[in-house]
């Protein structure tokens, strides 16, 4: 980056006025060219963060200039990112003189991230400034789905809704209200929400997510996900490409690379060549659903060859339950244990792993010792991937934690933790009672152990007619388009009887609020109030999302009352849209919702949202002290800390073995144990276990140990699952006719770049990856006589998709695989938006179920207020497949099966790439032969869902309420 002399080239270019003459005499004066820093001089300018005693006013070059030498004075305003579920860091630079955010860096107060982003981060800055975003307030006009809109103010769209929630309440209807909500992004907020309207009206996208894992997570320990401590870790086990993809992407990389760094060994299982198996020492291209013949054949090996944790097994599992219950027989030994262990799993020999994986038996084994040998540092992780893919794919989780297990690795440092020990649980004001409504659209009687909501199913709830939504809210969420089966959304979306009024709460246009009766912009990561804490490490910690130009406008002296004052346009933000919905629905108090949204400084007012935040911070360890070392003083000291920072670290690192805590004497006042299994009670509910003589805490099953026999399982009508095991998968090679040409089709993994349907505004992003073709092994390409941008006709259980190949030895042989957050869409008549990423598409009905999309045109250049609109120069925008994939909701879990069965063959003469065909009458058949698979409620004593079992929003669990099935309705 230093002077330079002009090369031959250069000089005669200059000279003919080509380029600009940058070496004519007096050009280069230090304080005009760039050039005459020397690249060691400028990487120390730019080598450390700003300090935070300079971000409101912060001087640095302009690189857009160079060579010229140009300040720019910015105020830097943190927040957080919204483009994943990791919540990382980011510092937003807002030009001081215009006032506008000119660019995203990282923060490095942010515990998770470190100042570090992917490129997601950065990218807000394209979202934020993309040309096609809403900036209004929008509500139809003609019929829905027509596409026609007006603009409207909020007061007009607040007092709507309100009024027809109101009503829906005053009249009981309390079920046809919903929130349905794909990535929430904040801690508990709409909990307070809705729970303070008293109605059971969360809805999420879990169940197409990740419920899988959880609930095998669930059964074990009560704990629903993982928190891996990769960077102090011995051997590390991804059952997926999480490295570079995953939940916690970011922060989990760093610290997975940390770990390598100090010797760790990382595996990873995957029918792809991924990213993170391309940086890993063990790659295991498993074939997709035997994941847990493998794992289970290693904890064989451990079993068989004493690797185990004797001390663990011993004091924390149930295995003298599990010895009453399965060999009543055999006397009640730690040994007979062992050997009862290794007698159920005789089967699971590594040469069983290898038939039904594919993966090596050798390699098996070794993984297997360096687990063992591992010990108490095991770190492993499992989410989407195989959990949320396969019929019994909850298994894969329940089989990775018996390896946690047999190893001592629980919440041990290295090890794995639960995730709840790392994550911060907010204190809200004025908390409202647990709903005393169940709301059987979203936990129907028939999948009484899904751990969430069964909203993959919803269409087809409401089109036999179980119920209607009459207010329902889609939020960050985009179903016609991510979901399985999107015509069936279509076509209920259409249908007024179904939903009477649906507001799509989104900053940009997506296929879902085509569909919707009001269009209310929400703010992106830099224009939204958020709290944030994930469990992203050994440590816990809390960010904060800020609208930054708020922030900005109250350090420079012209704070605002509400957000949309300073965003552009009039964009909104969840929280004081919802704040004040709720104050309109009780106008005069009596229905008793207001008092939820009082101030708690300014009794009988409306809370502002400092005032929220603020109630939270100050409740927070060590928060406010740090605020007033800081020299923050007053009132909302802990609020303006967190203004300043973004983030705190409520606990460094030091959270591991917290099933150890002993019982203080007040909480044990009262209590008594039981003889039998050690379980020590309180007002009738479990609140901890005696282990060696010591009242421990323990975990939150009904044994407060890990749970290798499920009791709960026996109980709730699945007794041939009461311990771990290995279930085939709906697309195991047994019920696939490679005569036919079937193959399985992995659609759930996810590329680095791209942030599911979030990314079409975002025109880095959508510049690096664009199109998602099949991936296929040479091998089968071979067979086909395909090559690389062929085209191929996957035939699904209720249509068709027509896509390019892409040849490649990435691919497991046997096994094709298409990305799944791209081909992005519009018709004609649609608003437009996302431009980077949408193709444009014709889509016709023939009333009668039929569906087919063809495509009119791919991606181009367009004029806009954005230069780099005009330099489009990819025209590929992929194909739509999850539109084609039928709902296949495991019977247990409720976790939509995203593995497809399909069959491949060479596209007709006059089918063309992005073709696509759905019956969904067929796809009504596919989801009723789903459902009897299920085995209903009730279970004990008339209930809906094991008590124990967490559920989101929990309703009321009294006896005799919600949670128990009257007995006329059993």
């Given at each position: 980056m230093g002077y330079k002399k002009p090369s031959f080239i250069e000089n005669i270019a200059e000279k003919l006025g080509i380029i600009p003459n940058l070496h004519k005499e007096g050009y280069q004066e230090y304080d005009k060219d760039m050039r005459q820093f020397s690249d060691e001089e400028v990487a120390k300018m730019y080598e450390n963060f700003p300090p935070p005693e300079k971000w409101d006013n912060w001087v640095e070059y302009n690189p857009k200039v160079w060579p010229r030498k140009e300040k720019k004075t910015y105020q830097i305003v943190p927040t957080t990112c919204f483009n994943c579920e990791s919540a990382c860091g980011l510092t937003a630079f807002i030009d001081k003189e215009t006032q506008e955010v000119k660019k995203f860096e990282g923060n490095p107060y942010h515990p998770g991230s470190r100042g570090r982003n992917c490129a997601k981060g950065p990218a807000s800055i394209n979202q934020v400034t993309d040309p096609d975003r809403i900036l209004f307030p929008l509500k139809r006009k003609g019929k829905r789905g027509d596409g026609e809109w007006e603009r409207v103010s909020w007061d007009d769209a607040l007092d709507t809704i309100a009024t027809r929630i109101r009503k829906a309440i005053l009249e009981d209807r309390h079920n046809e209200i919903a929130y349905h909500v794909g990535r929430p992004g904040n801690e508990k907020f709409m909990n307070w929400i809705?729970?303070?309207?008293?109605?059971?009206?969360?809805?999420?996208?879990?169940n197409i997510c990740s419920s899988g894992a959880r609930f095998g997570y669930n059964l074990w320990y009560g704990y629903d996900r993982p928190s891996p401590d990769h960077a102090e870790a011995k051997f590390i086990l991804l059952v997926s490409a999480h490295l570079e993809s995953g939940h916690y992407f970011n922060p989990h990389a760093q610290r997975i690379i940390e770990g390598k760094m100090k010797g760790a060994k990382l595996a990873t299982m995957d029918p792809r060549l991924s990213n993170t198996a391309s940086m890993s020492d063990y790659w295991l291209p498993s074939y997709p659903g035997t994941e847990a013949a493998v794992l289970l054949a290693m904890a064989l090996i451990i079993l068989e060859e004493g690797l185990y944790n004797r001390d663990y097994l011993e004091n924390w599992t149930n295995w003298k339950e599990y010895l009453k219950a399965r060999h009543s027989d055999k006397e009640i030994t730690f040994e007979n244990y062992i050997a009862a262990m290794i007698d159920e799993y005789k089967e699971f020999t590594p040469e069983y792993a290898e038939k039904e994986s594919g993966v090596k038996a050798d390699m098996i084994i070794e993984i297997a010792h360096k687990i063992g040998e591992a010990g108490e540092r095991f770190a492993s992780h499992n989410w989407r991937a195989a959990g949320a893919s396969n019929l019994g794919g909850w298994a894969v989780a329940r089989c990775l934690h018996f390896l946690t297990v047999l190893t001592g690795a629980v919440g041990a440092k290295g090890g794995t933790s639960p995730n709840s020990w790392n994550k911060f649980k907010p204190t809200q004001p004025n908390p409202p009672a647990p709903q005393k409504k169940w709301n059987e659209l979203h936990f129907p009687k028939e999948y009484p152990l899904a751990f969430f909501e069964m909203s993959q199913l919803l269409p087809h709830f409401l089109k036999e007619g179980r119920g209607k939504m009459d207010v329902y809210f889609s939020r960050v969420f985009n179903p016609v388009w991510t979901y399985p089966d999107g015509f069936t959304w279509m076509e209920m979306f259409s249908d007024e009887t179904k939903f009477g009024l649906h507001a799509a709460l989104t900053p940009t246009w997506n296929e879902t609020a085509f569909y919707a009766d009001f269009v209310l912009p929400m703010g992106l990561a830099s224009e939204r109030h958020d709290l944030n804490s994930y469990a992203t490490h050994g440590g816990t910690w809390i960010?904060?999302?800020?609208?930054?130009?708020?922030?900005?406008?109250?350090?420079?002296?012209?704070?605002?009352?509400?957000?949309?004052?300073?965003?552009?346009?009039?964009?909104?933000?969840?929280?004081?849209?919802?704040?004040?919905?709720?104050?309109?629905?009780?106008?005069?108090?009596?229905?008793?919702?207001?008092?939820?949204?009082?101030?708690?400084?300014?009794?009988?007012?409306?809370?502002?949202?400092?005032?929220?935040?603020?109630?939270?911070?100050?409740?927070?360890?060590?928060?406010?002290?740090?605020?007033?070392?800081?020299?923050?003083?007053?009132?909302?000291?802990?609020?303006?800390?967190?203004?300043?920072?973004?983030?705190?670290?409520?606990?460094?690192?030091?959270?591991?073995?917290?099933?150890?805590?002993?019982?203080?004497?007040?909480?044990?006042?009262?209590?008594?144990?039981?003889?039998?299994?050690?379980?020590?009670?309180?007002?009738?509910?479990?609140?901890?276990?005696?282990?060696?003589?010591?009242?421990?805490?323990?975990?939150?099953?009904?044994?407060?140990?890990?749970?290798?026999?499920?009791?709960?399982?026996?109980?709730?009508?699945?007794?041939?699952y009461a311990t771990p095991t290995y279930i085939k998968s709906h697309i195991h090679n047994d019920v696939l006719d490679k005569s036919k040409g079937e193959y399985v089709l992995v659609p759930t993994f996810r590329l680095p770049t791209l942030i599911h349907s979030r990314s079409g505004n975002a025109k880095w992003l959508v510049e690096i990856s664009n199109r998602n073709p099949i991936w296929m092994h040479p091998d089968d390409a071979k067979k086909w006589g395909f090559q690389t941008g062929d085209l191929v006709k996957l035939n699904t259980d209720i249509g068709y998709f027509i896509d390019k190949v892409w040849v490649t030895q990435s691919m497991k042989p046997g096994v094709v695989a298409c990305s799944h957050h791209i081909g992005r869409w519009r018709r004609p008549q649609d608003q437009t938006g996302n431009r980077w990423a949408t193709n444009t598409v014709n889509i016709e009905g023939d009333g009668k179920g039929g569906w087919r999309m063809n495509t009119i045109s791919g991606i181009e250049p367009f004029e806009s207020s954005d230069k780099d609109s005009k330099r489009i120069f990819w025209k590929d925008g992929g194909v739509h497949q999850n539109i084609t994939h039928a709902v296949h909701p495991d019977p247990i879990s409720g976790m939509h099966t995203w593995h497809q069965r399909v069959r491949i063959e060479k596209p007709g003469k006059d089918e063309k790439y992005g073709d696509i065909f759905v019956d969904t009458n067929k796809s009504h058949e596919i989801y009723k032969e789903w459902l009897a698979m299920t085995r209903p409620a009730p279970g004990p004593n008339g209930e809906r869902r094991p008590l124990w079992f967490n559920r989101a929003f929990t309703p009321d669990k009294s006896e005799g309420g919600c949670y128990y099935i009257p007995k006329e309705e059993q």
């Open positions: 809705l729970q303070g309207w008293g109605i059971d009206g969360h809805n999420s996208h879990t960010a904060f999302r800020q609208p930054v130009l708020r922030e900005a406008a109250r350090r420079n002296g012209k704070p605002v009352k509400l957000t949309y004052e300073v965003n552009p346009g009039e964009v909104w933000e969840e929280d004081e849209f919802f704040i004040e919905l709720s104050w309109r629905i009780d106008p005069d108090g009596s229905m008793g919702i207001r008092k939820t949204f009082e101030s708690p400084y300014r009794p009988g007012e409306k809370i502002t949202i400092d005032e929220y935040y603020q109630y939270i911070f100050e409740r927070v360890k060590g928060l406010n002290e740090t605020a007033k070392a800081d020299g923050f003083t007053g009132q909302f000291a802990a609020l303006e800390y967190m203004k300043k920072y973004g983030a705190y670290e409520i606990e460094k690192g030091e959270s591991y073995k917290m099933n150890e805590n002993q019982l203080t004497d007040e909480q044990l006042k009262g209590s008594k144990v039981d003889p039998i299994n050690d379980v020590i009670s309180k007002d009738g509910k479990g609140i901890g276990v005696m282990i060696n003589g010591k009242p421990c805490v323990g975990f939150p099953t009904p044994s407060r140990k890990n749970e290798f026999y499920s009791q709960t399982m026996v109980d709730w009508k699945w007794p041939e």
